[in-house]
Nanobody, 115 residues
Framework: QVQLVESGGGLVQAGESLRLSCAAS??????MGWYRQAPGNQRELVAT???????NYADSVKGRCTISRDYVKKTLYLQMNNLKAEDTAVYYC???????????WGQGTQVTVSS
């Protein structure tokens, strides 16, 4: 089993920054990432990072967001800068369980950007 707990969401103004964290516990994981879902929209990729540090970003956040991992603390981060109103969404932490390749999700953290 893999447990994921997100934190760091909140209400900010456009142009400000936020850092999201996701603490992983339980079994070993491989790829981790962040997804988001705005009201009325499907869940979409924000960024992913593999075990060897390869990153992938959605075009909408490239240059504004940085994903990183602390392998000792088993924590995933998403630094978001120059936030825009369209970044408003629930952000979900994602991790693939290494043993079974099963996808695991956190409960989500709300990010609201006021313009």
């Amino acid at each position: 089993q893999v447990q994921l707990v997100e934190s760091g969401g909140g209400l900010v103004q456009a142009g400000e920054s936020l850092r999201l964290s996701c603490a992983a516990s339980g079994d070993a994981v491989s790829t981790m990432g962040w997804y988001r879902q705005a009201p009325g929209n499907q869940r979409e990729l924000v960024a992913t990072i593999t075990n060897d540090g390869k990153t992938n970003y959605a075009d909408s956040v490239k240059g504004r967001c940085t994903i990183s991992r602390d392998y000792v603390k088993k924590t995933l981060y998403l630094q978001m800068n120059n936030l825009k109103a369209e970044d408003t969404a629930v952000y979900y932490c994602y991790a693939k369980r290494a043993l079974t390749n099963k996808d695991n999700w956190g409960q989500g953290t709300q990010v609201t950007v006021s313009s």
